[in-house]
Every structure is written in C-alpha cells, then in structure tokens.
C-alpha cells in the first residue's frame, strides 16, 4: 500500500464531504444476501515454509466457499496473489490476480496507468468489472483482499463491515505466530493493535471522493464484512504468504453463524 500516492484523492475527498455537509448519519451499505450452499474442503497442504501443515479446524457455522478472498490488485505486492492457488485447493472461493498485466510487470498500476484499487467507482476498467462479478455470482459471508505495505511494522487488518470483532479476535489469534503492527495507520486514518477501522465519516469521505478500491465496494455493495490485509513487503516472501493463508484460515474459523437475513433468503420459498 503507498499512502503518498493517495493523499490526493483524500484531500479531493475532504474538499467534497465539506461542500456537502458532514453525513447526518452513518453511511448504510446494501443488506448482505446469502449465498448457495457449498462444500467444503479440508485436506492439508504444504505451508509456505515447506512443511505440510492442516489447516486449523474449520468454523462451526459455515463452508469455506462463503468466504471470498482476492489477490493482485497491485502488482508489485506479490504474495496475495501468490497465495491464491493454495487457498483454492482449501475450498476458499479466490479471484486473481485481479490485475494480471501488473503482476506479469511487477508494477502497482495497470497498463494505462490507473490505480486498480482507486478505480472500482467506475464503469470503464474491464478489471474492475470482472471483479464485480465474481462477487455479485459469490455473494460471500466475507471477504479478504491481500496486500503488502512497504512501510508497515507488521501484519495489520483494515476491517469494514458491521460493528463486530473479528478483525481484533484474527489478531489476537495470530499475534503469537507474527509481528504486528501496534498503530497501523493510512493517512489521517490510525488504528492500534494491528486494527485499523474506519469510522463512518471517513468512510462517507471514501465514498464522496470516488477513488475507493475492492474492499470498499465489497462492504458498500454487499453489505458484508470485508478485510484488508496486509503485511510488510520487508518480510520474507514465504513468511508473507503464510501470513496471507493463516489471515483467511483464522477468519474462516472464527467467522460467526450466518445472519438473520442469510438464513431469511435460505429458506424455502
């Protein structure tokens, strides 16, 4: 993540939440919606640090496909996509790279210059499309975007979604097996103990300014917890990609039983 690259679009965004008048009240995304369901998988593979190690125990509530996980938005972070076919073979419903030709050319951007993760306001990025609509046929319970950050102390979560805990209880989870950043922060945005949450006029801020990327779509769209995740590019390839994999498994284990209005569209009509 650069935060540099950025603050443009923030301060386009400010500009706009003050000729508008600050929110009166709190940005409301679509109400989730349930998705089939799924089978699950559960067989171990090879960890990134080359022993084969099983996955944790899967949650009480819910499949592994209902939880959606994207990689390659930029290209020159690498693991997220990296990571992707391991999390498939798990039964984890992953889409990427979702920008292919920046993997293929190590580059943030994609080929005319755009910042994929500035751009899913738009109606004219076939790469943003293509992403609309793994997640409009999925509908997920959650969804986890993989990142790296150059300037991060370790492993951090930026969480939008519902009032809930799970970005922390995925920390605390793994704040054994990691370093993790004690203040994550993006711009004026600050957060503690390897949690950054947004607050809802930051969020209204995002969505006035029309540079939001996939998590935020995701959240707004969708109505669902969503979860960036990211991790130093300073760390070792392997070590980022089992942060990457042990981030999604941990959120699937702790992901909570589907919600009243999940089980409302479930029931026979």
């Known amino acids: 993540m650069q935060r540099r690259s950025v603050l443009a679009s923030a301060l386009g965004a400010l500009g706009a939440l003050l000729a508008n008048g600050c929110p009166r009240a709190p940005l409301e995304p679509a109400r989730a919606s349930a998705p089939p369901p799924a089978g699950d998988k559960h067989a171990p593979v090879p960890s990134a640090r080359g022993s084969t190690a099983a996955p944790p125990p899967p949650g009480?509530?819910?499949?592994?496909?209902?939880?959606?996980?994207?990689?390659?938005?930029h290209g020159d972070e690498p693991s997220g996509a990296l990571v992707l076919p391991e999390l498939e073979a798990l039964g984890f419903a992953t889409f990427g790279p979702c920008n292919p030709w920046g993997v293929a050319h190590h580059a943030r951007e994609l080929a005319d210059g755009r910042d994929l993760n500035r751009s899913f306001a738009r109606d004219d990025v076939p790469e943003v499309a293509a992403v609309q609509r793994f997640l409009a046929a999925r509908r997920p319970a959650l969804l986890l975007d993989l990142h790296?950050?150059?300037?991060?102390?370790?492993?951090?979560l930026i969480q939008h979604g519902p009032d809930d805990d799970l970005g922390?209880?995925?920390?605390?989870?793994?704040?054994?097996?990691?370093?993790?950043?004690?203040?994550?922060?993006?711009?004026?945005?600050?957060?503690?103990?390897?949690?950054?949450?947004?607050?809802?006029?930051?969020?209204?801020?995002?969505?006035?300014?029309?540079?939001?990327?996939l998590a935020f779509h995701a959240w707004l769209a969708l109505g669902i917890t969503t979860l960036v995740v990211e991790c130093p590019r300073g760390?070792?390839?392997?070590?980022?990609?089992?942060?990457?994999?042990?981030?999604?498994?941990?959120?699937?284990?702790?992901?909570?039983?589907?919600?009243?209005?999940e089980r409302d569209a479930r029931a026979p009509r």
Do not use: C, K, N
């Not at 989870?173 to 945005?189: C, H, K, N, T």
């Open 60 to 73: 009480p509530w819910r499949p592994r496909s209902e939880v959606a996980v994207t990689g390659g938005v």
């Open 148 to 156: 790296e950050d150059r300037d991060a102390a370790g492993g951090y």
């Open 168 to 213: 922390r209880r995925i920390i605390r989870a793994l704040g054994d097996e990691f370093a993790i950043d004690p203040e994550p922060s993006f711009l004026v945005v600050h957060g503690e103990d390897g949690v950054l949450r947004p607050s809802a006029t930051v969020l209204r801020m995002v969505e006035l300014s029309r540079f939001y990327g």
């Open 235 to 261: 760390w070792p390839l392997a070590e980022r990609m089992r942060w990457q994999r042990r981030v999604v498994e941990t959120a699937h284990a702790l992901l909570g039983p589907p919600t009243g209005a």
